[in-house]
């Protein structure tokens, strides 16, 4: 490089010269010029095509170093840590489900579960639990979090200890990340559009006023929203006159609506794109005897969002598979630990609105 660094100032300098005289001689040092201009391209243009290929051969080298091989592990028990973002409703479901299912296959793996203390934190202790369960030897982690990139030092330390980890309820994953075996879940953009077709299809009719208790900012809320929207946009009968955060939280979804109504007591839609926000809404619509006028909206297919539509209090809700994620973490875990095998980097479950018309096809062994 400090060659064709020297070669090229040379060839400015003598262009520069060249180009301060106006004899006939200059005009015909015009040609060595171009010439060293076009050689110096050459080398420019070979000396790219090195790097590039380099670039490419460290990225095969990485990927040959780090990507963590299936094992047969079958004289001990396999150490499975699991590392929701939080603790709630819907993490509760999946660790419910990968208990139930490895009851149920009789498999011999030991669940670890560790959770942030709070969503104002999660990256940092998320990183600090992955370390902490590295230096435990755990035979596999099943990690959720906002971004696989955000988390990319500790999956990377979790490669180099050979420690397979398997993401869970992503948002946006990058499929070439070597350092995650699968991602296990739903799509999150798809679900809040079929959510919105729904109050589309069914409430769309007439007009309405939507009000929206949205989640932490973050790429979660955002790809749920914008699926939402885009089930809901074409319809001007489905204005959003309100939208305020509510934190995933029952409590902070009953203070928000109360600012909400204050501000807008003619809506006729409250949606959020988790149960528990809603149903800390439904509180204050019961409370100002509102239910003829506000149909409520939720996403998740928690318990108490469910018995809240059995109630008639509660319009609709989503399931996203969070029980059955859980069995599927475990046989991802399974087939890649136990039996040798390798596993599809994404494996994602189909999502299902239910409303008081289709709520006998739940299954409810989902909330046990």
Not at 102 to 110: L, N, P, R, Y
Not at 152 to 169: G, K, Q, S
Not at 187 to 201: K, M, S, Y
Request: charged share 25%.
């Amino acid at each position: 490089m400090r060659k064709f660094i020297g070669f090229m100032m040379a060839a400015s300098i003598t262009a520069a010269t060249l180009g301060g005289c106006s004899t006939s001689n200059q005009q015909t040092q015009a040609p060595a010029t171009t010439a060293a201009t076009e050689a110096a391209k050459e080398e420019q243009a070979e000396a790219s095509e090195a790097a590039e290929s380099t670039e490419a051969e460290s990225t095969e080298a990485a990927a040959e170093e780090y990507a963590v091989k299936p094992r047969q592990i079958t004289d001990r028990t396999i150490k499975l840590g699991l590392i929701p973002v939080t603790m709630n409703t819907a993490y509760t479901m999946t660790i419910n489900g990968a208990k139930k299912h490895i009851e149920e296959t009789g498999a011999d793996i030991e669940l670890i579960v560790q959770a942030p203390s709070s969503n104002a934190s999660t990256i940092t202790e998320q990183g600090n639990i992955m370390e902490t369960m590295i230096q435990q030897g755990v035979d596999a982690i099943a990690l959720a979090t906002e971004s696989d990139e955000s988390m990319l030092p500790y999956l990377r330390e979790a490669a180099e200890a050979d420690i397979p980890v398997f993401l869970f309820n992503m948002t946006e994953i990058n499929e070439e990340n070597i350092y995650y075996v699968s991602s296990i879940g739903y799509d999150q953009e798809q679900a809040g559009f079929e959510i919105g077709q729904w109050i589309n299809e069914n409430l769309g009719a007439d007009a309405q006023k939507i009000a929206v208790l949205e989640g932490y900012a973050g790429v979660v809320n955002t790809k749920r929203m914008d699926g939402f929207k885009a089930a809901i946009g074409d319809n001007e009968n489905l204005p959003i006159v309100a939208s305020q955060t509510a934190d995933w939280t029952r409590e902070k979804g009953q203070s928000v609506t109360e600012s909400i109504l204050t501000s807008n007591p003619d809506i006729t839609i409250l949606y959020g794109p988790y149960d528990e926000m809603v149903l800390g809404g439904l509180t204050v619509i019961k409370e100002r005897n509102l239910l003829d006028q506000v149909s409520v909206v939720g996403f998740g297919c928690t318990k108490d969002g469910v018995a809240a539509i059995e109630a008639g209090e509660m319009q609709a809700t989503i399931d996203v598979g969070e029980y059955g994620t859980g069995f599927d973490i475990v046989d991802a875990v399974i087939d890649f630990c136990v039996n040798g095998k390798e596993v599809e980097k994404v494996i994602n479950r189909p999502s299902k609105v239910y409303d008081i018309n289709n709520l006998g096809e739940l299954d409810r062994v989902i909330f046990e």
